[in-house]
T-cell receptor, first 114, second 112 residues
Framework: GAGVSQSPSNKVTEKGKDVELRCDPI?????LYWYRQSLGQGLEFLIY????????KSGLPSDRFSAERTGGSVSTLTIQRTQQEDSAVYLC????????????FGSGTRLTVV | GENVEQHPSTLSVQEGDSAVIKCTYS??????FPWYKQELGKRPQLIID?????GEKKDQRIAVTLNKTAKHFSLHITETQPEDSAVYFC???????????FGTGTRLTVIP
C-alpha cells in the first residue's frame, strides 16, 4: 500500500479483556516494528520483525504482550488481560531494509483501558 | 547496545529565531542518524537524515550536523515558524543493525 495502515485507530476496552491491534506495512518492506507511546512520552520499543528471522521481543513489557507477523506482511499485536497502564498509542512502523533506511510510521492505535 | 541521549526536553523560541536540538550516541559503530518530527496527535515523520560519511546536510530551513569524534549530532532549524512546533526525535543505527535507537524527544514550541 501507499503507507503503513493500522487498525483500529481507536480502541476502548474494559480492564481484563484481550485486544488485537493490526498493522499492514508498506508492500515490500521487510522490517516491521511496534512501539508504544504513552501520553507526552517518547517511543518505547516493543518488538521487531525482520524478514524470516526470529523476532526481537526484547522490548515487550510482560508476557501479556505478544505479536505475530504472518507471511512476512501483516502483523498483529495482542495484549491479554489488559490493564489501565496499557493505555497508550501503539505505533507500527516498517522499513525497506532495517534501521539503515529510516522508518515509515503508521498513524497508530489509541488504546484506552477503562 | 546503543544509547541515545537528547537535549533539551523542551524548547521555546520566538518565531523567526533559530532552534537547536542536540543528541549524543554511545556506539561508535552507528553510522545513520535520522530525525523525526511528530506533530500533536500525528505520526512521527522522517524530516532529514545523515550518514557518517558526511558532516552536514541541509534541506531548506533544516540542517543536521554530525561530529563522529564526539559522537554528537544536532538538528538546526532556522527562521522558525509556528508550524515547526512539534516533538522532534533523533535516532541512531549501526551498519547491519535492524533497528533504530531513539532519543527521548524534544518538544519545540515556536511562539508567534
Amino acid at each position: 500500500g501507499a503507507g503503513v495502515s493500522q487498525s483500529p485507530s481507536n480502541k476502548v476496552t474494559e480492564k481484563g479483556k484481550d485486544v488485537e491491534l493490526r498493522c499492514d506495512p508498506i508492500s515490500g518492506h521487510t522490517a516491521l516494528y511496534w512501539y508504544r507511546q504513552s501520553l507526552g512520552q517518547g517511543l518505547e520499543f516493543l518488538i521487531y520483525f525482520q524478514g524470516n528471522s526470529a523476532p526481537d521481543k526484547s522490548g515487550l513489557p510482560s508476557d501479556r504482550f505478544s505479536a505475530e507477523r504472518t507471511g512476512g506482511s501483516v502483523s498483529t499485536l495482542t495484549i491479554q488481560r489488559t490493564q489501565q497502564e496499557d493505555s497508550a498509542v501503539y505505533l507500527c512502523a516498517s522499513s525497506l531494509d532495517g534501521g539503515q533506511r529510516g522508518y515509515t510510521f503508521g498513524s497508530g492505535t489509541r488504546l484506552t483501558v477503562v | 547496545g546503543e544509547n541515545v541521549e537528547q537535549h533539551p526536553s523542551t524548547l521555546s523560541v520566538q518565531e523567526g529565531d533559530s532552534a537547536v536540538i542536540k543528541c549524543t550516541y554511545s556506539d561508535s559503530a552507528s553510522n545513520y542518524f535520522p530525525w523525526y518530527k511528530q506533530e500533536l496527535g500525528k505520526r512521527p515523520q522522517l524530516i532529514i537524515d545523515i550518514r557518517s560519511n558526511v558532516g552536514e546536510k541541509k534541506d531548506q530551513r533544516i540542517a543536521v550536523t554530525l561530529n563522529k569524534t564526539a559522537k554528537h549530532f544536532s538538528l538546526h532549524i532556522t527562521e522558525t515558524q509556528p508550524e515547526d512546533s512539534a516533538v522532534y526525535f533523533c535516532a541512531a543505527s549501526a551498519s547491519g543493525a535492524n533497528n533504530l535507537f531513539f532519543g527521548t524527544g524534544t518538544r519545540l514550541t515556536v511562539i508567534p
